[in-house]
């Protein structure tokens, strides 16, 4: 307790002579005096992370990895755990660093909260869906909040990678295909994690990832190689992390893929010349996990002690569980390979943010037994994930306005897999929640239908079977079971409406889960036949964390609501959507394909020198299906209509200075009040360099009563109209460039404006 007395005393002293204006000068003078105190092999020793290898609320095994993990905690080695959660267990472990080390430094400890803690939001890339920045904020201040109140101070979420394969499970974690959208909702969901004051009990540090080009694997497949150009890296891969980086992120993650034939972990341009240099990121830049050891795997490396050499002087400040840095760096700095000042850069780095989470002034801060238990999966935590879960939904089809239902029908069938699942609506990487504490479709049916009205449950068929967790590979039932698709076709056949439940398994997507198939697995499309044969009213509501191939479901079924993972109000988030109690307003954020051999799609594509039919096979297309997507990104319908009028720009030719002003009314002409994503998508059809066919460059989500109707404007300038060289120079140049006004990237208007110089 001593030593931790002593770096409080000192914390105290500079605390109480800061203001709002010299804080940032005392941060820096606390941690330049205490790196003053600290030998090399401390330093060294904050720019390593453990994973936790007991229960810290214990005493450790006595095996050998787990005891040098303990003196090594002990003896100042360690500055960082992952994997330790729980209010007493980071107590514990926190004591062991604060109450035996010389200097008594704190731990931080990260965790991976993506979509929750406990309590579950939609999976990242259903909540993009809202299209809205303060849903996003909402999302994320809920896993801070209950996060921290467990103890953690980090978190290695959000996952900015702009991703258009459907074939790569990790797209779950992401924003969806555009960099535009993916930069704003970075932004806001780090501004739910962080805050306006890092130092407060709930807030945590985030994290931007993966950096970068991980979301350009070939073929979808995991871990991949990734072979992109400099023109792709900096218009559709880098533009997230630079606003996050702008706007005050505390730390970076790279990533596990080479990029230009260099790991992402010890690339010197992505982590210093660009990230730290040009863009001024202050915070640090941690390993993936065991990526710095993999530079050697992928062949970049002899050996892990080149590996150590290459990444720390490429950037990367903390080493995740790869074991580099501890054994080695103290090793190349003696040999005169890595410089002394690159290890004291990279702990003032890690030390910065510990001041800034106000761990030295009191280290067992966010460690509080009491706040834990107020906090998680409170009524409040639950009520924000029920609003999330809502905004997150997409309308994809809605024949002869069959939604929403009326809360008195007389009978509903509720059939399929993950109708009765309490599981698989939390999705992946869902930290602590609970397996089977979601609101399942059926408990929420059940919760808003009339108590006369006869609800028919029929599982029809089995999905993934055996063991489902986070690690192990899924196995799908490829079996007809003749007995459970005939309860189905009974249960259908009297009732007045059928809801057919249908998607993917939780763990079908996420870190490892790529697949070469995106359609429905199991025996789900048998089911589906079987039922829409009946000549029935067929509602699909399908759960799926990608977009999926549902070419029959969509030409065959009444209505179709995409819901995602929706969490853990997921049944009640739902039944507000079917049975009216909120009209849905989503908008797809990744292009659904018609099937896998069209992967990658995305909206903005480039031109091809030969896009259209000239009456024979010469052209860019395929001979056995459309170009087009199935559903077009930014696609989604309502329960009302809106009727779009003209669009108009205050004049047809610019100045470079000037800003293009548009201006249209939007009417609500249906029954029901409703919100609509006016999109605004441009084209540079004579550049420089070749550009998109649309590039999304600004929206608003508009609120309308029925039969209201409002003026909607947009301002665009110089950032909006121009883009990066292969170089990375911004350029902006006169000529014509097109306007597309819609409510998705397919549906639009167009019009045409020019600058000159």
Known sequence: MKKYITIWGAFLLLLLSCTKENIVDKSDQFVDELLSKMTLEEKIGQMNQYTSYWEMTGPAPKNSSAQKRLEDIKNGRVGSMLNVYGAKATYEAQKLAVENSRLGIPLIFGYDVIHGYKTMAPIPLGEAC?????????????????????????????????????????????????????????VARIQGFEGDDLSKENTIAACAKHFAGYAYVEAGKEYNTVDIGTYTLHNMVLPPFKAVAKNGVSTFMNSFNLINGTPATANPYLQRNLLKDKWGFDGYVVSDW???????????????????????????????????????????????????????????????????????????????????????????????????????????????????????????????????????PLGSWRAQAVKNSAVSLLEGIKNTVSSNTKINYAKGCDLAIGTRDFRAELNFSNTINKREIDKAVNAAKKSDVVILALGEDCFQTGEGRSQTDIQLKGTQMELFKKISKLNKKIIVVLMNGRPIAIPEIAQKADAILETWFAGSEAGNAIADILFGDFNPSGKLTMSFPRNVGQCPIYYNHMNTGRPNSSGNVFWSHYTDAPNTPLYPFGYGLSYTNFTYGTVK??????????????????????KFTGEETVQVYIQD????????????KAFQKVKLASKEEKRIT?????????????????????????????????DVQKIAVSFID
């Open 714 to 746: 947009f301002e665009l300038n110089k950032k909006d109209f121009g883009y990066y060289s292969p170089e990375g120079e911004f350029l902006f140049e006169s000529g014509t460039y097109y306007i597309y006004v819609g409510c998705n990237s397919r």
């Open 649 to 670: 720009a205050d004049k047809e030719s610019y100045t470079k200075k000037e800003s293009v002003h548009l201006n249209l009314i939007l009417s609500n002409t249906g």
């Open 130 to 186: 809202a299209w809205d920045t303060e849903i996003s904020k909402l999302a994320s201040r809920l896993a801070a909040k209950e996060a921290t109140a467990a103890g953690l101070h980090w978190t290695f979420a959000p996952m900015m990678d702009v991703g258009s394969d459907a074939r790569w499970g990790r797209v779950m974690e992401g924003c969806g295909e555009d960099p535009y959208l993916a930069s704003l909702l970075s």
């Open 290 to 424: 065991g990526s710095i050891k993999e530079i050697a795997y992928h062949g970049a490396a002899e050996d892990l002690k080149q590996a150590a050499q290459l990444a720390i002087n490429a950037g990367s400040d903390m080493d995740m569980e790869s074991n580099a840095y501890l054994p080695y760096l103290k090793e190349l700095v003696e040999e005169g390979k890595v410089k002394e000042s690159v290890i004291e850069d990279a702990a003032r780095r890690i030390l910065k943010v510990k001041y800034k989470l106000g761990l030295f002034e009191n280290p067992y801060k966010y460690s509080n037994p009491k706040r834990e238990k107020e906090v998680i999966n409170s009524k409040e935590s639950r009520d924000m994930a029920r609003k999330i879960a809502r905004h997150s939904m997409v309308l994809l089809k809605n024949n002869e306005q069959l939604l929403p239902i009326s809360k008195q029908v007389k009978s509903i069938a509720i059939i399929g897999p993950l109708a009765k699942d309490k599981n698989t």
């Open 685 to 696: 059809p004579a550049a420089t360099y070749a550009r998109p066919v649309k590039e999304l």
